[in-house]
């Protein structure tokens, strides 16, 4: 049941780094302590058309789609009504834009399904966008639809941006180089413990993104990986990326001037549904599309297969090179929206 996995007693998460490196400096840290202060929710109709119904935070936490679970920061969406209009559900976005750094998400659940038809209908992201799409940019850091196996990093930019993926592991393939529009430049990872099902039986792991005027890199570090430690070991400030291996999935600009096409990102975690991917593409998955004529009917009238839909997020911290260094201090309290 949902109200035994949320309560809304806050116990501190303490900043976290590494010490050897002062390349650099941490200049936000969000976790149970300040998450719902710093992020704002989205309570306007989806602009990628999905079959959801985004709420505001007052709604949220009065419905317990949003609060605190097992130590983490918990995003859900609604699992128990019938609907025609649209599953209940988040998105929220961080308050702070950043350009350029280093970002890392110590998540131990992302949103998947357990109904006969697995993750069907599901679209979950944990992405970064600026403003004027995609004149800024966007950065899919987390994203896949229906009963994918592993994960899909993409970029979408304006006209004018194409990248290789020189440096990314053996196994993870280019999808399509042109960052343009909607359909971006995406790389197909392999691994299915980086995503979904998978991702949730390990107890998750920490997603690093590295955005630099050269290169942009993707690390993803199983739970059970000594980085992992390493980067959640106490009074550690400032993480190294030379250390941390080769990336899940690296873009360089072929013909692409980084810094012109991605500035002023801000973060976003939410649970979608359908929609302009997934509802798209319903009618090719063999899976779903013999479960309901239609993304939305089978989200619509499936309730019970989204109880495990849900984002539990332990940690998400920001470094800069040029930045000052975040205050330590941390005041708890409880989520009131």
């Given amino acids: 049941m949902l109200v035994s996995r949320i309560t809304l007693g806050l116990g501190a998460l303490l900043s976290a780094g590494i010490t050897h490196a002062a390349q650099y400096v941490e200049i936000e840290s969000y976790d149970p302590s300040n998450f719902f202060d710093k992020f704002g929710f989205m309570s306007a109709p989806d602009p990628t058309n999905g079959f959801v119904d985004y709420v505001d935070a007052v709604t949220a936490n009065r419905d317990s789609l949003a609060g605190y679970a097992n130590g983490g920061v918990y995003l859900g969406s609604d699992f128990k009504e019938v609907t025609t209009t649209g599953r209940p559900s988040v998105r929220v976005t961080s308050k702070r834009a950043y350009t350029r750094g280093l970002f890392i998400a110590d998540i131990a659940h992302m949103p998947v399904g357990t109904g006969k038809g697995g993750s069907c209908g599901l679209w979950p992201a944990f992405w970064m966008f600026g403003p004027n799409w995609p004149s800024s940019g966007e950065f899919d850091i987390i994203e896949g639809v229906h009963n994918q196996a592993s994960n899909g990093v993409t970029l979408h930019t304006r006209v004018g941006c194409s990248m290789t993926n020189t440096g990314s592991l053996a196994s993870t393939k280019m999808v399509n180089i042109d960052c343009q529009g909607t359909a971006g430049c995406s790389q197909a990872t392999a691994e299915t413990n980086n995503y979904g099902p998978g ?3 390990i107890g ?3 997603y690093a993104m590295e955005w630099t005027s050269e290169a942009i890199s993707v690390w993803f570090f199983p ?3 000594p980085m992992v430690a390493r980067l959640n070991e106490f009074n550690m400030s400032a993480p190294d990326p030379s250390i941390f291996g080769q990336p899940l999935a690296r873009f360089v600009g072929d013909s692409c001037n980084i810094d012109e096409h991605f500035v002023n990102n801000n973060i976003v975690f939410n649970i979608d549904y359908c929609g ?7 009618s090719e998955d063999p899976t779903c599309s013999h479960l309901a004529p239609t993304c939305d009917e089978y989200v619509g009238q499936n309730p019970g297969a ?6 539990l997020i332990n940690s998400l911290k920001v470094y800069s090179k040029d930045g000052v260094a975040a205050k330590k201090g941390r005041q708890l309290r ?3 929206a």
């Fill in 334 to 336: 409880r989520y009131l």
């Fill in 204 to 206: 998750g792991g920490i």
């Fill in 306 to 311: 989204f109880a495990e839909a849900y984002w």
């Fill in 276 to 282: 302009d991917w997934a509802g798209e593409v319903w």
């Fill in 223 to 225: 739970r059970n990986d």
């Fill in 199 to 201: 991702f949730n039986a």
